[in-house]
């Protein structure tokens, strides 16, 4: 299976803390979202970082790419309780129209 | 306001029943997709469609139906074929043609089996 893998699957911070979420892919691709869906409503796009940039920005997101370890992390710096949700990585692969989308990791912020 | 909406929010099937999830966007968007979620997991591909007219299986093809008379819609029909329907399906487009592979969702349809 091409589906990227969510590292942790869950993760409980209080909030003010940072939230670090990893995302593994097994096939090259030619960009890697990440996406934020709250419990029972549809996934809203955070972020897309393309194969040949390395690191990207977004308000209190920073996401970072290493094709050659074929892995991203998504960093959610002074977290708040609103963050509260789950978050997917996706990627698009090269030669594909499929967009794979991991299980997800559960992030939850105490307030 | 632009977006994508998807109807009904809760679905009831009956056995031997078809049911038909609509979808409907004003984006303007060329590409349109079907997702099914199961409870803790992430999203599977059932059937894509880049233009009207024309759709591809995903992943998790049995048992469901659409079609792409129209560009703004993205009907999907899950039949009795399907013997575990219960999910949450989760209706998404694109404008990949302007190299923008951000996919856009609509608000997800909850379908229960009686």
Not at chain 1, 11 to 22: P, W, Y
């Amino acid at each position: 299976s091409q589906q990227g893998e969510e590292d942790p699957q869950a993760l409980s911070i209080q909030e003010g803390e940072n939230a670090t979420m990893n995302c593994s892919y097994k096939t090259s691709i030619n960009n890697l979202q990440w996406y934020r869906q709250n419990s029972g409503r549809g996934l809203v796009h955070l972020i897309l970082i393309r194969s040949n940039e390395r690191e990207k920005h977004s308000g209190r997101l920073r996401v970072t790419l290493d094709t050659s370890k074929k892995s991203s992390s998504l960093l959610i710096t002074a977290s708040r309780a609103a963050d509260t949700a789950s978050y997917f990585c996706a990627t698009d692969h090269t030669g594909g129209f499929k967009t794979i989308f991991g299980a997800g990791t559960r992030l939850f912020v105490k307030a | 306001d632009g977006g994508i909406t998807q109807s009904p929010k809760y679905l009831f099937r009956k056995e031997g029943q078809n049911v038909t999830l609509s979808c409907e966007q004003n984006l303007n968007h060329d590409a349109m997709y079907w997702y099914r979620q199961d409870p803790g997991q992430g999203l599977r591909l059932i059937y894509y469609s880049q233009i009207v007219n024309d759709f591809q299986k995903g992943d998790i093809a049995e048992g469901y139906s659409v079609s792409r008379e129209k560009k703004e819609s993205f009907p999907l029909t899950v039949t009795s074929a399907q013997k575990n329907p219960t999910a949450f399906y989760l209706c998404a487009s694109s404008n990949y043609r302007q190299n923008q592979e951000t996919q856009y969702f609509g608000p997800g349809t909850r379908l229960l089996v009686l």
